[in-house]
């Protein structure tokens, strides 16, 4: 995104730090970055949504390098939906993106089909398809150049754009892979004065996992994601986290070359979980910042109240469930 046009009226530490900012989000992933990324796969990978046990919900809020005017505040709320045959899933994202006087509100469905591999590897496919409205408002703000082409006299600028993406998920009990295309509609869908405001080329989602068993009460679940932009430097997130009496889970992940990070989580109940993340970053820009604060809550729905033994697959009804997987993913 570009912000060349704005002066906020700030001092010059702050101008300096604002501007800054402008210039990551420019080169960095346009779609919004989240740390606990394991919790929320099914908002960039439309494959997973089939892949969940039970149906399951989830709300995130992210504040991004807080104490910076203008920095980047994301919303999510989103359903996966696995149906009863367990090949179809089916679901919905709502995600609102603010930074500086721009925002951006994503609304998409997704679907999911699923294969067997074999008896305990499943491979997903899955597509989505919806929209994004950008807004900016002039008013937040001085124009460096008050007679820019952009303005045409308004004082606000709304567009909305369509999205249809697609992704691979493909795992197992204890590990999982998965690539994905949040847009193939990029470059060709803009009028100019929109392409002014955003530079929205392809990217690509490549993700992946796996739960050591320890111990009876300790898992080590280490991740990755990688975000690929055409033009902009390969973003790679690492976490590792530990989970204990699969009740409360602790770790910590590093974004390369960017950030340092703090997890937690807690589940509450069989039907609710709480995280929290907490970046530190690591380059010139963190003298401005104060970090990032990251929560995420999921609701699981229809979940059994106890545990089958180890090895033995639940059944409801008569028919076989799918494969019980670690619900860190």
């Given at each position: ?203 690509f989602n490549f993700i992946g996992g796996y ?66 993340s907490y970046d530190y970053n690591t380059t ?34 008569g028919k076989p469930k799918q494969i019980d ?5």
């Amino acid at each position: 995104m570009h912000y060349r046009l704005f002066n906020l009226g700030v001092g010059k530490r702050w101008c300096a730090a604002f501007f800054l900012l402008a210039t990551l989000m420019v080169h960095g992933q346009k779609e919004p970055q989240y740390t606990q990324y394991m919790y929320n796969i099914g908002s960039f990978n439309p494959a997973y949504v089939g892949s969940v046990e039970t149906p399951d919900i989830s709300g995130l809020y992210r504040v991004q390098w807080t104490g910076i005017p203008g920095a980047p505040k994301t919303l999510r709320f989103g359903v996966n939906l696995p149906l009863e045959n367990e090949k179809h899933g089916l679901g919905f994202n709502v995600v609102s993106d603010q930074i500086g006087p721009t925002s951006q509100t994503y609304v998409d469905f997704a679907y999911s089909f699923q294969v067997k591999l074999s008896e305990t590897t499943r491979l997903s496919f899955g597509v989505d398809a919806g929209g994004s409205l950008l807004n900016v408002d002039y008013g937040k703000g001085d124009f460096e150049n008050p007679n820019e082409p952009l303005l045409n006299g308004e004082d606000t600028f709304n567009k909305f754009y369509p999205t249809i993406g697609a992704g691979l998920f493909m795992y197992e009990q204890n590990w999982y892979l998965g690539l994905s295309i949040p847009n193939f509609l990029t470059d060709g869908i803009y009028a100019d004065e929109v392409s002014n405001i955003v530079e929205d080329k392809l990217q690509f989602n490549f993700i992946g996992g796996y739960v050591f068993d320890l111990s009876e009460n300790l898992k080590f679940k280490p991740a990755f994601l990688v975000n690929s932009l055409k033009g902009a430097p390969v973003n790679l997130n690492l976490s590792t986290n530990f989970l204990i009496n699969d009740i409360v889970t602790l770790g910590a992940s590093y974004r390369w070359d960017n950030a340092v990070s703090g997890l937690a989580g807690l589940q509450i109940s069989n039907n609710l979980f709480l995280g929290y993340s907490y970046d530190y970053n690591t380059t010139n820009f963190g003298e401005y910042s104060q970090g990032s604060h990251e929560v995420i809550l999921k609701f699981y729905l229809g979940r059994e109240s106890s545990k089958p033994a180890k090895g033995e697959k639940r059944e409801s009804k008569g028919k076989p469930k799918q494969i019980d997987s670690p619900r860190f993913f």
